[in-house]
């Protein structure tokens, strides 16, 4: 494809409000909110495949819990979980069972987490193929993607469908050399059209999916008559639907911090939004006039305070800094990574004794409380509660007019 056909076909991919660049790279806060949730959760993967509490299937694991944080991405990510289903019948990924595979795995991930440079992380790519772990392939680059970003582009079979219509050839799904061989075109075309595109590899990444999917037609491919038309009009009209209901989502969310917010400062307490939603406003009111402009220092790593700053709302004890209660609000999908900050903050401040809550859709109810029973969230000493959106809104004015401490959230509050 020549230049000016590539740069076109971008500016196509860049200017379509349904397609991935605007939906789901530029402007979507969730996608960078998941890269510390899941650099987290890989290093307690690695922590429990060292110390032997990693488990013989997917179901339960911190490693479901990575892949969850994943495939709330929605669209590129929504089937990323997948490969990494136990399959007793095939005895795939191999591993759960044999203990080997299971360490090779650990210490791939912990050598990608500690990697300053690509060279490396190509290194144990190789040396993790050289193991020939049945049923563990590129999959896994999704996870490493949101570790190193701008090395590792993630991987799937729309992505890999996109590049093999892109540059006509005939690369395969399952294997590391194949992979290999991709991400090495894509980061020419990557470096090329930089100014077009971003540094982060994501940004070519959802190109090739939309291509690969059939929602971006590339030049010289729109007249085949391969090419349905009407099933594209479709798939446009539904990534339409649900961009829709994103920005929906997306202003309950706001409603929903508002509320927060306007409770804590009627209740006496310094109130923080997360930092990345300073600029957010509902119903006339911004939230940067009615939130501290920072948190206060805390005695935490860098990385930890962070994490932290990215929590939807926290409240603080007057003149003291220490968090009283902190907040996550979930959307249609987010659950894992809210509830893995908030287990971060309580692990980071345990003489903070702070009160957790979780405000989830009223449709979420048992999915939340199933959530909230798995043994590696019981374990904490502090538990998560969790309110439902229906009930903080029609009590918001209330909880301010007869509130006198935080223990009122305890009216409207759900214990599992």
Known sequence: MSTDSFTHLINDYKQN???????????????????????????????????????????GSSLEFVLSCITEQKQVFEGASHPFYWKPKLRIPDIYENQDHKRYFGQFLECC?????????????????????????????SIVYFLHPTWIPPFNTAIINGYNRLYNERRKLGSWSEYLAIREKMLLANSEYRSF??????????????????????????????????????????????????????????????????????????????????????NGHAFSFLSLPNLPALPVSPETSQTIGLIDIVWLEKGTGRIICAFEVEKSTSIYSGILRLTDLVCSLPDHATSLYLVVPDSRRKEVELQLTRPSIMQTNTPIRYMLMSELRAHCEALCKFGDSHRVLEKIAYSV
């Open 113 to 141: 987490l500690k990697a300053t440079k690509p060279e490396t992380i190509i290194s144990e790519i190789n040396k993790l193929d050289a193991h020939k772990i049945k049923g563990l392939g590129p999959a896994v680059a």
């Open 197 to 282: 595109l971003s540094n982060d590899l994501g940004a070519l990444a959802g190109l090739l999916f939309e291509v690969g999917s059939g929602n971006l037609l590339t030049p010289g491919l729109a007249e085949q008559p391969a090419v349905d038309r009407d099933k594209l009009q479709k798939q446009i009209e539904k990534r339409h639907k649900g961009v829709v209901n994103e920005q929906q989502e997306e202003h309950t969310h706001s409603e929903m911090q508002y509320h927060l917010l306007t409770i804590g400062r009627a209740l006496g307490y310094d109130v923080a939004a997360a930092r990345n939603d300073m600029s957010r406003h509902y």
């Open 17 to 59: 409000p349904n397609l991935l660049y605007q939906s789901w790279f530029l402007h979507n806060e969730d996608r960078l909110k998941a890269f510390r949730s899941i650099r987290r959760g890989v290093i307690q993967v690695v922590s429990d495949i060292k110390d032997g509490s990693f488990p013989n299937d997917f179901k």
